[in-house]
């Protein structure tokens, strides 16, 4: 079993910063890969920016150059930085992470989420 957990979030100013963290904990043999997405009141589960174990590194186009994910696998950790925030990024975000586990298997998981409020 795979556990995620995030932190972070909060209520912040417009150009404001926030910096969330993820945790994946259990039986992990590895992490394939591991992202943040988000949802808005009435609006779907969107991708906000994942990362690959190799490195590779994906961003939304409205995120692209505000947001900054960073790894460390050493931890199973995952970082999203958030600088520029605006209004239209609250919502609550929530982290997933893909993993192998300990007897093979592919296993996905996702976080209970955290809130992100940007208002003034």
């Known amino acids: 079993q795979v556990q995620v957990v995030e932190s972070g979030g909060g209520l912040v100013q417009p150009g404001g910063s926030l910096r969330l963290s993820c945790v994946a904990s259990?039986?992990?043999?590895?992490?394939?890969?591991m992202g943040w997405h988000r949802q808005a009141p009435g609006k779907q589960r969107e991708l906000v920016a994942s990362?690959?174990?190799?490195?590779?590194?994906n961003y939304a186009d409205s995120v692209k150059g505000r947001f900054t994910i960073s790894g460390d696998n050493a931890k199973n950790t995952v970082y999203l930085q958030m600088n520029s925030l605006k209004p239209e990024d609250t919502a609550v975000y929530y982290c997933?992470?893909?993993?192998?586990?300990?007897?093979?298997?592919?296993?996905?998981?996702w976080g209970q989420g955290t809130q992100v409020t940007v208002s003034s």
């Open positions: 997933n992470s893909a993993v192998r586990t300990n007897l093979g298997y592919l296993h996905e998981s």
């Open positions: 259990g039986s992990i043999s590895s992490i394939i890969s």
């Open positions: 990362i690959s174990s190799s490195g590779g590194i």
